[in-house]
């Protein structure tokens, strides 16, 4: 059957079309579960192999996410160097958790970018979903023609010159920057999660819903997520 479960797994793209899986409220719904994953925790997944959490937070439920643990969990998931760059930037007070979620896998380049997929899945196509040319590396998804026109609104915004037009460059400033609580820096914070996951968020609507938004359209949705969130932290 070994063989079978290899051709079935190769075809989880092009199934995940077709499927499309719901979790209800959460409460019999495990977070490190995944049906792909031989019924396995995805904490056993390569990704996590240097990664320790406590028992009990194996068996968390999509729920206990909902009532407000999610940073409880993914910190105990983050190794010590991971929490000493990133914490300023990535675990501000009430941000969107999945903005938080998204925005520590960019770091971690473990979003599922075609690339990445292409190491255990055959695709036809590589190529970046924004831009349709270079292939689609986390290094080059967020730093695609389609995503430095959101960088360049966004540097506009907080009155600053530019930023950087490499992902590797921009990821270092934006941790420098963010060092301090001050009202502008979680501002800043805010925007730059939200940017983060509004470029991941686009990227797979194109893929699975075949749906094309625009750069104004997506910074418009930005500026609505950003504004919600900062008036939480007036």
Known sequence: MGWLLKKILKLRNNIAEVFDISWGDGRNTLFWHDPWYENQPLINKEEFRNVRIKHDYLNAKIRDIKNGLWN???????????????????WLSKVIPRHQFILWLA?????????????????????????????????????????????????????????????????????LKANGKNFMLSVFKTGFGTIVYHIWRE????????????????????????????????
């Open 107 to 175: 770091f971690k380049e473990s979003l599922n970018t075609r690339y990445r997929v292409k190491k255990y899945m055959e695709i036809p196509n590589t190529s970046c979903l924004l831009c349709e040319e270079n292939e689609e590396t986390t290094d080059h998804l967020f730093s695609c023609p389609f995503a430095l026109e959101l960088w360049k609104k966004f540097a506009k915004s907080m009155k600053m010159a530019s930023l950087h037009t490499e992902w590797k460059e921009i990821k270092k400033e934006a941790i």
């Open 203 to 234: 990227r797979n609507a194109r893929m699975h819903s075949r749906i094309r938004r625009s750069v104004d359209e997506t910074w418009e949705d930005i500026v609505f997520d950003s504004s919600t969130n900062l008036q939480t932290l007036r």
């Open 72 to 90: 409880s969990l993914l910190r105990r998931i983050l190794e010590k160097q991971q929490i000493v760059d990133l914490a300023d930037l990535v």
